[in-house]
């Protein structure tokens, strides 16, 4: 009786009862030891995708991977307690200090990155935590539970992954999200945003070979914010998709106009969020844009991350399948940055690679990294694929990317995203043919 009423059946763990009972139990043993104690909240991201996907039965095992890896992090005096579905608690006793703890948060997330293995398929399971202590952030339960609600918000609303304690900025914080939200909802009506080109550079020739379309968003008041601090806000209010048929439009009148007044390059490329992608009947609404713009289809290039895509891998290839069906090429952007599963790589029909800039910056003086650049090089080519360096700074990293084999190159050594004009300078001043 004693373990139904306290303890989840699935995993063992104690439940929300225990938990209840048990932390105000030690609450007042803390009160009157004057010690600290701290309450770690935290949630498997996009368990509810698990689930609806992949299906229950793998996620009742995920949760049992999951609890061994607890298991082997937590030992009395401190607990962990499944509260419901993939909510979990650990109360940790008598913390000298919160610096003192946040090694072990990390090794324990690490621990959870592992890839999990299970009836021969690869999982990637981030979690998001949030921490609050007592007595500072909290003298009694409630407090403690609302604190470290916020913190887990906040681990959310930057992109999920990761842990962070409460500070009492917190509030603070979500006014400033609350704000950028309606700035950029504004943005959005009075046309904020403007778009950058980069050249991509065929390494052998030194000719532009494509230019990928990058957003700027010219704030009046607050000036320049770029796009890694909005896009991601952007697509989880859900403003992306207009923002992405704006970039489409943009991108492609412009390519047009460089057609007329003869600046040939080959693709115009632009980024696109999987959440545009897999919006209903995109390609019929990506048709109708080119056609609107008198662009052939064959002069666009669609980037996307795999990050975006794992979960609805089959939709997303049957898309990709369409797009290639019409001649619009696709790109595998950020290549080595997400889950990089050659899984992925293999499955989805895709015609370029970009391997990320990080790779790149740290290839001259790095033999691991380099020997990555090469292999990843080697096994584009035995798919067929296009390779696209980026983040390209220097001669050294170019000539590197030349000698083995890799076609085009992007970054500052060529040139910075620059405004419509600015690309036009180049193309008259003839350092870029
Ligand atoms: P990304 O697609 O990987 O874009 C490349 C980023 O690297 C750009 O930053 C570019 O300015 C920068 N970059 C280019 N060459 C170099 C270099 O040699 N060194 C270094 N350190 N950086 C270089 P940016 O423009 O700030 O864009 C950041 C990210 O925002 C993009 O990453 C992309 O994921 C997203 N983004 C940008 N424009 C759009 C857009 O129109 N739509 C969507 N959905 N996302 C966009
Ligand atoms: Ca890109
Ligand atoms: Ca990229």
Not at 251 to 270: H, P
Not at 356 to 382: C, G
């Amino acid at each position: 009786m004693y373990r139904l009423a306290y303890y989840d059946t699935l995993t063992k763990l104690p439940n929300r009862a225990f938990f209840e009972k048990k932390v105000s139990k030690m609450l007042k043993e803390a009160e009157e030891s004057g010690e600290k104690m701290a309450l770690l909240y935290f949630d498997i991201d996009d368990f509810k995708n698990v689930n609806e996907i992949l299906g229950h039965k793998i996620g009742d095992e995920l949760l049992k991977h999951i609890v061994n890896i607890i298991n082997t992090f937590v030992k009395p005096p401190n607990f962990c307690a499944r509260l419901s579905g993939d909510e979990f608690v650990i109360v940790l006793k008598k913390i000298i200090d919160k610096d003192l703890i946040i090694k072990d948060v990390e090794d324990f997330l690490m621990e959870i990155k592992k890839p999990w293995n299970f009836e021969g398929n690869e999982f990637f399971i981030t979690v998001s935590m949030g921490i609050a202590v007592y007595p500072e952030d909290g003298r009694d339960l409630e407090s403690l539970y609302k604190n470290v609600d916020a913190s887990v918000h906040h681990v959310k609303s930057r992109g999920k992954d990761g842990y962070e304690f409460y500070d009492f900025n917190m509030q603070e914080k979500t006014l400033k999200r609350i704000s950028m939200i309606n700035s950029l909802r504004i943005a959005i009506e009075n046309k904020e945003f403007t778009l950058y080109y980069q050249p991509q550079i065929e390494l052998q020739t030194g000719k532009i070979k494509g230019m990928e379309a990058l957003i700027r968003w010219f704030h009046p008041k607050k000036g320049h914010i770029p796009p890694d601090q909005f896009i991601p806000l952007a697509e989880e209010v859900g403003y992306i998709r207009q923002i992405d048929q704006w970039v489409i439009e943009t991108a492609c009148k412009q390519k047009k106009l460089w057609n007329e007044k003869g600046y040939n390059f080959g693709k115009i490329s632009v980024n696109i969020s999987s959440k545009m992608l897999v919006q209903e009947d995109f390609v019929g609404i990506l048709k109708n844009t080119l056609n609107e713009c008198g662009l052939e289809y064959s002069e666009l290039e669609i980037e996307i991350t795999e990050t975006a895509i794992i979960y609805d891998l089959d939709s997303v290839i049957k898309i990709i399948e369409q797009l290639r069906g019409i001649g619009v090429s696709i790109a595998l952007d950020d290549f080595g940055t997400g889950y990089s599963s050659l899984t992925y790589l293999k499955k989805l029909p895709i015609n370029v690679l970009k391997i990320d800039r990080e790779f790149i910056q740290s290839i001259i003086n790095n033999n691991e990294e380099e020997f990555i650049v090469k292999s990843v090089i080697k096994l584009a080519h035995n798919l067929k694929l296009q390779v696209i360096a980026e983040g390209v700074e220097t001669m050294e990293q170019a000539t590197f990317l030349k000698e083995d084999g890799c076609q085009v190159g992007q970054g500052y050594l060529f040139s910075k995203a620059v405004p419509p004009e600015e690309i036009e300078k180049l193309f008259s001043s003839g350092k870029i043919i």
